[in-house]
């Protein structure tokens, strides 16, 4: 079946940090690939999203590359912020149904 | 505002007492689905909806049931909750095909 496996948490990082966050995926067809962002007491937004291979997607300077031949799609920021403290979600949701899997969610904690 | 509403944002029920979530959104999306989010397994879909009378179960639908009469509103019922329901629950709405989801601000289920 689908699935999507991402990097264990939490993750603890200084500001300004190089931040990566794993995220690979088991799909059939051609999943679309989705980075979603929670922020304490709130809901999931969506952070960025690829929709077929070697696309990259990016926003607020995160960037993840959808790569079919290692499966791949981890989230990448040059220099974190304190802001940037949430709970990260890779997902997939496949080419022919509105079926959408979750990774179990990493949090990040980016210290001052 | 494109958004999804769902209410209460909190709740504190007792065991056994019938209760409604509700979920309404105003983006005329035909597919929406209920989560529940716990620490280490991210988000599990309860249940989800292609169209107006059209519910199916999704991986976790015991102790669940929802509607969907309209379009914009998909309401989780819990009959006897328990407390193993206790969780935090999220509504999502999507239109068909592989796109992102939109979710609600969530609610708090606390079930003694």
């Known amino acids: 079946g689908n699935s999507v496996t991402q990097m264990e948490g939490p993750v603890t990082l200084s500001e300004e940090a190089f931040l990566t966050i794993n995220c690979t995926y088991t799909?059939?067809?051609?999943?679309?690939l989705f980075w979603y962002v929670q922020y304490p007491g709130e809901g999931l937004q969506l952070l960025l999203k690829?929709?077929?291979?070697?696309d990259k997607g990016s926003n607020k300077g995160f960037e993840a590359t959808y790569r079919k031949e290692t499966t791949s799609f981890h989230l990448e920021k040059g220099s974190v912020q304190v802001s940037d403290s949430a709970v990260y979600f890779c997902?997939?949701?496949?080419?022919?149904?509105?079926?959408?899997?979750f990774g179990a969610g990493t949090r990040l904690t980016v210290k001052p | 505002e494109a958004q999804v509403t769902q209410n209460p944002r909190y709740l504190i029920t007792v065991t056994g007492k019938k209760l409604t979530v509700t979920c309404s959104q105003n983006?005329?999306?035909?597919?929406m689905s209920w989560y529940r989010q716990d620490p280490g397994l991210g988000l599990r879909q309860i249940y989800y909806?292609?169209?107006?009378?059209?519910?199916d179960k999704g991986d976790v639908p015991e102790g669940y049931k929802v509607s969907r009469k309209e379009k914009r509103n998909f309401p989780l019922i819990l009959e006897s909750p328990s407390p193993n329901q206790t969780s935090l629950y999220f509504c999502?709405?999507?239109?068909?095909?592989?796109?992102?989801?939109?979710f609600g601000q969530g609610t708090r289920l606390t079930v003694v």
């Open positions: 997902a997939l949701i496949r080419y022919n149904n509105n079926d959408m899997r």
């Open positions: 799909a059939t067809g051609y999943p679309s």
């Open positions: 690829a929709t077929k291979a070697d």
């Open positions: 983006m005329n999306h035909e597919y």
């Open positions: 909806s292609m169209n107006v009378e059209v519910t």
């Open positions: 999502a709405s999507n239109p068909l095909g592989r796109t992102e989801a939109f």
